[in-house]
């Protein structure tokens, strides 16, 4: 995995005049008329906007009065371009955030059946919803097999069985990101920590932290979700007729129980991912970052 650390980057962080305090941030778009600029440049068919196109979407005939709220979003949320106006990254993240929450303000789903087996105890796993996360128990032993935000919207227009995909598509697409040091919230460089600790949310010893350095957002996983996506991992399954991507995470259990993963080596750190299957194990070694170092094949 290629790590860009080069001083260049980080000055063009630290010399930003450009920077907008947070609390500044928000009472520029505390504002009826900015919040429906956002998305009416949000729902536009073609980027960049006109001036008078937007105008006419948002509704607005006092022309000096558009302008003016238009210009005070304009910099930091909206960038002006010779043919219009078109979203900043961060303007586009509230009108997102908006309509994230609206679809569905306060959903409550009832818990309920999801496919796959407590890897500890073989009972039947559920799945509950409750302050905006989503997590997969034991109905019987209540081990963890994964809690992880999911947003409302996630909820809208979905059968169980899709809400379930959908979260399983989430979780992978999330540590895929943070095990290649991209933190999924801002795109700052996330860090990588093996962590020996009996008190985690996956039920997990030895557990994964990816911890953002710029918003220090993290997300705790056991190591075998890094290989869901490994060309070595995936065809070990697909030669023995297991699609991986129709699989979910929690239905595997080297990637929700302990036993398949232990320590190699301390300095340097190794840990070692045991799959088993039909017979035979695939033993995956990686170091801390995560980066696979060695694969092989054992017979049972
Ligand atoms: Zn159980
Ligand atoms: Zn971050």
Known sequence: ????DTA???ESVLECTDCLDPADAFA????DARLSILEALWAADESP???STLRREVGMRDSAQFNYHLQKLTGHFVTQQADGYAFKHAGEKVVRSVIAGSFNEHPSIDPFPVAGRCVDCGSSLTASYEDERLAITCVDCGHGHGEYAFPPGGLTDRTR????????????HLHCLAADGVCP????RMETHIVEDDDCCLGVSLRVDHECRQCAHTLCSAAGLRLLDHSAVVSFHRERGVSLEERPYWT???????????????????LEVRIPLAGDELRVTMN?????????????
């Open 161 to 172: 069985a899709e809400i379930a995909d959908a979260f399983d598509q989430r979780v992978r």
């Open 8 to 10: 260049g980057d980080r």
């Open 252 to 270: 595997l259990p080297w990637c929700v129980a302990d036993e398949f993963t232990r320590l190699v080596s301390r300095d340097p750190l190794e």
């Open 49 to 51: 906007v006109s001036f």
């Open 288 to 300: 801390g970052d995560l980066d696979v170092l060695e694969t092989r094949t054992v017979d049972d």
């Open 1 to 4: 995995m290629s790590k860009p």
């Open 185 to 188: 919230e801002c795109s700052g």
């Open 28 to 31: 520029l778009i505390a504002n």
